[in-house]
């Protein structure tokens, strides 16, 4: 059993940067091999952001994100965090941490676990 809080979600302007973090809980195994960020918005399906396997110490940027975001973990591996940088309106959404036994499949809207999200608000 696993669970997932996000933090770190907020409010901030256009080109501004905030830091995500998703704190993992239970059997830690899950964390160590894949957990994923995702980001949804109203009327559209939920899309994969970023994803990290510390273990094989890799990583996956969606391409919108590629230059911009990065993710990593600590070094108990059982916290991920997203730094976001130079944030655009349509980065917006709510943020949701997943985690899966096997990477990549935490990069899928199948993941095994999921949190229950956080919220992040660009203004122009």
């Known amino acids: 059993q696993v669970q997932l809080v996000e933090s770190g979600g907020g409010s901030v302007q256009a080109g501004g940067s905030l830091r995500l973090s998703c704190a993992a809980s239970?059997?830690?195994?899950?964390?160590?091999?894949?957990m994923g960020w995702f980001r949804q918005t109203p009327g559209k399906e939920r899309e994969v952001v970023a994803g990290?396997?510390?273990?094989?110490?890799?990583?996956y940027y969606a391409d919108f994100v590629k230059g911009r975001f990065t993710i990593s973990q600590d070094n108990a591996e059982n916290t991920v965090y997203l730094q976001m940088n130079s944030l655009k309106p349509a980065d917006a959404g709510m943020y949701y941490c997943?985690?899966?036994?096997?990477?990549?499949?935490?990069?899928?809207?199948?993941?095994?676990?999921w949190g229950q999200g956080t919220q992040v608000t660009v203004s122009s």
């Open positions: 997943a985690t899966d036994p096997r990477w990549p499949n935490c990069l899928r809207t199948e993941s095994l676990y």
């Open positions: 239970g059997d830690t195994y899950y964390s160590r091999n894949c």
């Open positions: 990290i396997n510390s273990r094989g110490r890799t990583t």
